[in-house]
């Protein structure tokens, strides 16, 4: 053991066993295009991680953009919700979150019960298919219910016509995280409004529902404005961390290139 201990040592030291103090040290090195090869790979490694951190700088502008033009929206007076005329452009980037309102009468339909999770538990969102005067139907997002609730009749048809004020979410079609919506069976885990309107019969519905706002009563169910507006920001943190990875490479690289060529212009070196 304490042999093999001392060859361990001598092996990391840069000195091989069986040999004296004075033994050549060449047979050890890089030969010239095996080190250039490596040099070579590790600058290109140094390119793909800086362009790894300038992207995600990149992402965090457009990031910080986006969470602007989000709370803008919000917080701006509602706008009438979209008719069928421009539903084809509808999307995320120019459309998520708007401050909409529309007027009109529930459907004489039932309402979709979609799982959620919320600041107020595990529950169900309440979606009821609604008749705007404007001519179109678009699924409102009434609010929460908890999962003792969900057995509760919801249906809305017995409402006066009433106008409606909320924020403008697009549909969530192909279901939630590993589950998928089983129309057959009326389960349903995001709120894909054509899908619902399919299962409930009600024909050509708009691409988007509508976040209801809260209730006057902060207590009669269902529970509306619990809509949560967050966006996972951390392109600074991985921007840092892909220049720091570049600069360590780098720094480790010059330090091991610079003893390299300190070894190569030693006279034994050299002679040999």
């Not at 120019?94 to 009109?104: K, N």
Request: net charge positive.
């Amino acid at each position: 053991m304490k042999k093999a201990l001392t060859a361990c040592g001598l092996a990391a030291s840069g000195e091989r066993v069986g040999e004296t103090d004075n033994s050549r040290e060449d047979d050890r090195r890089l030969p010239s295009i095996k080190l250039a090869l490596i040099g070579g790979l590790v600058l290109f490694c140094i390119i793909v991680l800086t362009s790894l951190g300038i992207w995600q700088l990149q992402r965090r502008v457009w990031k910080l953009d986006l969470i602007n033009q989000v709370e803008q929206r919000v917080n701006a007076p509602a706008t009438a919700a979209p008719g069928p005329d421009i539903w084809a452009g509808i999307n995320a980037k120019d459309f998520a979150y708007r401050h909409v309102t529309t007027s009109g009468k529930f459907l004489d339909k039932p309402a979709a019960l979609v799982q959620a999770v919320t600041a107020r538990g595990s529950g169900f969102w309440v979606l009821s298919p609604f008749q705007s005067t404007d001519g179109f139907t678009v699924f409102i997002n009434r609010g929460f219910v908890p999962t003792d609730k969900a057995r509760d009749e919801w249906r809305a048809d017995h409402l006066p016509p009433i106008t409606i004020t909320g924020l403008l979410r697009l549909t969530e079609p192909k279901g939630g995280f590993l589950r998928n919506n089983d129309p057959v069976g009326d389960r349903w885990y995001s709120r894909d409004v054509m899908a619902m309107a399919a299962a409930h019969n009600i024909g050509p519905v708009a691409p988007y529902f509508i976040d209801a706002d809260a209730n006057p009563d902060p207590n009669a169910l269902p529970i509306g404005g619990l809509t949560v507006i967050s966006f996972a920001n951390n392109h600074l943190v991985y921007a840092l961390t892909w220049f720091g990875m570049a600069l360590l490479l780098g720094a480790a690289s010059t330090i091991i290139g610079r003893n390299e060529w300190r070894a190569r212009q030693r006279p034994e070196y050299r002679s040999g």
